[in-house]
Nanobody, 117 residues
Framework: QVHLVESGGGLVQAGGSLRLSCLGA????????VGWFHQAPGKQRELVAS???????NYADSVKGRFTISGVNADNTVYLQMNNLQPAATGIFYC???????????WGQGTQVPVSS
């Protein structure tokens, strides 16, 4: 069983920054891929950033140049650095993990990020 816990969310003003953390237990993140999803109020979850087992990263066009995913260290923690946050980023950010070629099957409880204009 894989258990994920996100932290680092909170109220931020437009243009500000936050760093989210995802702590994983039960399996090393290096055995698969980690993703960060964003769910705006009333909308579906969307993948904004991911990191594969070899360290390759991918970003949604809407966050390129502003968000950075990093980590998979000895503490089995992945980070999402978010800069120049805009009100559209308001919502819940979820950490998720998948093993190699499977689908994302493990999810954290999410962390709230309200961005004020």
């Amino acid at each position: 069983q894989v258990h994920l816990v996100e932290s680092g969310g909170g109220l931020v003003q437009a243009g500000g920054s936050l760093r989210l953390s995802c702590l994983g237990a039960g399996k090393s993140f290096s055995r698969g891929a980690v993703g960060w999803f964003h769910q705006a109020p009333g909308k579906q979850r969307e993948l904004v950033a991911s990191m594969g087992s070899a360290g390759a990263t991918n970003y949604a066009d809407s966050v390129k140049g502003r968000f950075t995913i990093s980590g998979v260290n000895a503490d089995n923690t992945v980070y999402l650095q978010m800069n120049n946050l805009q009100p559209a980023a308001t919502g819940i950010f979820y950490c998720t993990f998948r093993i190699l070629c499977s689908m994302y099957a493990y999810w954290g409880q999410g962390t709230q990020v309200p961005v004020s204009s």
